[in-house]
T-cell receptor, first 112, second 114 residues
Framework: ETGVTQSPTHLIKTRGQQVTLRCSSQ?????VSWYQQALGQGPQFIFQ???????GRGNFPPRFSGLQFPNYSSELNVNALELDDSALYLC???????????FGEGSRLTVL | AQSVSQHNHHVILSEAASLELGCNYS??????LFWYVQYPGQHLQLLLK??????LVKGIKGFEAEFIKSKFSFNLRKPSVQWSDTAEYFC????????????FGDGTTLTVKP
């Protein structure tokens, strides 16, 4: 086990709704990264948070936003859900500078 | 923009066969290179990593990878696979900067027949 926990594990939303996914990072890690993994593809980098600030962003629209809290836990928010947002959302924590990622089990989002 | 290409989508081997999974990346600067593995029903976990130094790196469970800078490659190898190596393997690139924007390949599914 990595010590990275994500919630919820599964959820179903309808198009246009909003969703919040949560991640608790591994003890001692100060950086959290979020990924979207569609079926048959590798994880796609959404963004990374370090010391409560966004520190790098992939090619995702602004309706994907996030937060990092003082205890280094994090949230991913997605507004105005689209069908193509259906995917596994992975959170990974790390110690800044090492690049080694520790992944959670993921939150599987289905948008109907 | 950086990209990672894994040429083999699905590889099927018999136990004791040798394995080589290809990974090529595209990026203009210095990168850190990783192989991650996802066993059935488990989360992604680190198999091995390269930051600098000896381009031949060894990881867990007998895996190794060689960084060839001139070819922008970081191929994964194992001399003799076991049934328990059945998993999905992902190559990843992270620029050697503080931005930490990582790029993963689409993965290779390895099936090892007993």
């Amino acid at each position: 086990e990595t010590g990275v926990t994500q919630s919820p594990t599964h959820l179903i939303k309808t198009r246009g709704q909003q969703v919040t996914l949560r991640c608790s990072s591994q003890s001692g890690h100060n950086t959290v990264s979020w990924y979207q993994q569609a079926l048959g593809q590798g994880p796609q980098f959404i963004f990374q948070y370090y010391r409560e600030e966004e520190n790098g962003r992939g090619n995702f629209p602004p309706r994907f936003s996030g937060l990092q809290f003082p205890n280094y836990s994090s949230e991913l928010n997605v507004n105005a859900l689209e069908l193509d947002d259906s995917a596994l959302y992975l959170c990974a924590s790390s110690w800044r500078g090492t690049g080694e990622l520790f992944f959670g089990e993921g939150s599987r989002l289905t948008v109907l | 923009a950086q990209s990672v290409s894994q040429h083999n989508h699905h590889v099927i081997l018999s136990e004791a066969a040798s394995l080589e999974l290809g990974c090529n990346y595209s990026y203009g600067g210095t990168v850190n290179l990783f192989w991650y593995v996802q066993y059935p029903g488990q989360h992604l976990q680190l198999l091995l990593k390269y930051f600098s130094g000896d381009p031949l790196v060894k990881g867990i469970k007998g895996f190794e990878a060689e960084f060839i800078k001139s070819k922008f490659s970081f191929n994964l190898r194992k001399p003799s696979v076991q049934w328990s190596d059945t998993a999905e393997y992902f190559c990843a690139v992270i620029p050697n900067t503080n931005a930490g924007k990582s790029t993963f390949g689409d993965g290779t599914t390895l099936t090892v027949k007993p």
